[in-house]
């Protein structure tokens, strides 16, 4: 139901009180008709809350769907890049504008795609901050829920990552490592990927 849908309802609700209010009865039956009223109004108050929740809804999934189609689409979520270089909290917030995180792989098949995704949208050699850091508890790395993370694609082989201790609490997915992760200071500036979870 769109918002004139939604206007309407009102109006009818309004009419239907005006009318009930001008009728004079006799006070037994006044009494019994307001109750009756009353309950008549309120199930149509809970109908109107259900309705509103519901376009409310429509509204978001029609949101998501448009970021979803300049982005890309991986099983459960999608994906929407932003080459423009920001700090990681300026990023974040970013993210939250849209109604979205900074991306957070949850497997090493997420990872691969995201990897893929960013060649592709931001460029071969540009590294993007993921949505993971350890600024609470040096070496606890943590998603943006505050949730320790369970998978994790830290370089390891030449650098051994994260290696930077307290002075790089953030995370960044690197194009040019395929896909590995690197510690980097919070206020380095780097691209994003904002993710969306979708049904």
């Known amino acids: 139901m769109d918002a004139r849908g939604v206007r309407l309802v009102l109006c009818l609700l309004l009419l239907g009180h005006r009318t009930l209010q001008q009728n004079p009865e006799t006070p037994k039956r006044e009494n019994e008709k307001k109750d ?3 309950v008549a109004i309120e199930e149509l ?28 689409k991986i099983i459960g979520k999608c994906f929407l890049a932003n080459p423009v270089k920001k700090t990681f909290h300026a990023a974040n917030d970013d993210c939250m504008a849209k109604g979205g995180s900074l991306s957070t792989p949850l497997t090493g098949d997420e990872n691969q ?33 505050g949730a320790s993370v369970r998978f994790k694609n830290w370089e390891t ?31 380095a500036e780097k691209a994003s990927v904002c993710e969306f979870n979708i049904v």
């Open 45 to 72: 108050k809970n109908q109107m809350n259900d309705i509103i929740q519901q376009l409310n809804l429509l509204k978001e999934q029609q949101a998501l769907h448009t970021v979803c189609l300049r982005g890309t």
């Open 113 to 145: 795609q995201l990897y893929s995704y960013v060649r592709q949208s931001v460029g071969p050699e540009e590294p993007v901050w993921l949505g993971i850091n350890d600024m609470v508890s040096d070496g606890l790395w943590v998603d943006q829920s």
């Open 157 to 187: 082989e030449i650098t051994q990552q994260p290696d930077g201790g307290s002075r790089q609490n953030c995370a960044i997915l690197s194009t040019t490592a395929n896909g590995k992760w690197f510690d980097e200071s919070c206020r």
């Open 36 to 38: 009756s009223n009353s």
